[in-house]
């Protein structure tokens, strides 16, 4: 028998071939049948349990907090504060652009 070489491009084809199966073919062995899927249960489905266990809530997080963390948290609330700031005085800006309140608005500039 006569031995072949592969290119770098039937290589390359035949590997993505492999990776497109090997996630083809899991998801299909997952997947029930339509008869499986369609048919109504005979009794009703039972309630699921109390958690013997609080649920986290969003207050709190559920790991001890590290360095890390604490750093990131105070980015994130620097930033929220830069960013607040910025928007009051875009705010600010558009309403002495349009003469809405008497911000930047005085007798000073005014010649009488």
Same mark, same amino acid.
């Given at each position: 028998?006569?031995?072949?070489?592969?290119?770098?491009?039937? @290589?390359? $084809?035949?590997?993505?071939?492999? #990776?497109?199966?090997?996630? *083809?073919?899991?998801? &299909? +062995?997952?997947? !029930?049948? /339509?008869?499986?899927?369609?048919?109504?249960?005979?009794?009703? @489905?039972? $309630?699921?349990?109390?958690?013997? #266990?609080?649920?986290?809530? *969003?207050?709190?997080? &559920? +790991?001890?907090? !590290?360095? /890390?963390?604490?750093?990131?948290?105070?980015?994130?609330?620097?930033?929220?504060?830069?960013?607040?700031?910025?928007?009051?005085?875009?705010?600010?800006?558009?309403?002495?652009?349009?003469?809405?309140?008497?911000?930047?608005?005085?007798?000073?500039?005014?010649?009488?």
């Amino acid at each position: 028998m006569s031995e072949k070489l592969i290119s770098r491009r039937g @290589a390359f $084809t035949l590997l993505g071939l492999g #990776a497109a199966l090997g996630f *083809a073919v899991p998801a &299909t +062995a997952l997947m !029930t049948s /339509g008869a499986e899927a369609q048919m109504q249960p005979t009794a009703p @489905a039972p $309630t699921a349990p109390a958690p013997s #266990a609080p649920a986290p809530t *969003a207050t709190g997080p &559920t +790991a001890p907090e !590290t360095p /890390g963390m604490n750093r990131r948290q105070a980015r994130r609330a620097g930033r929220h504060e830069r960013r607040q700031a910025r928007r009051n005085a875009r705010e600010m800006r558009r309403e002495a652009r349009h003469g809405n309140n008497l911000y930047m608005k005085g007798d000073t500039t005014k010649q009488k």
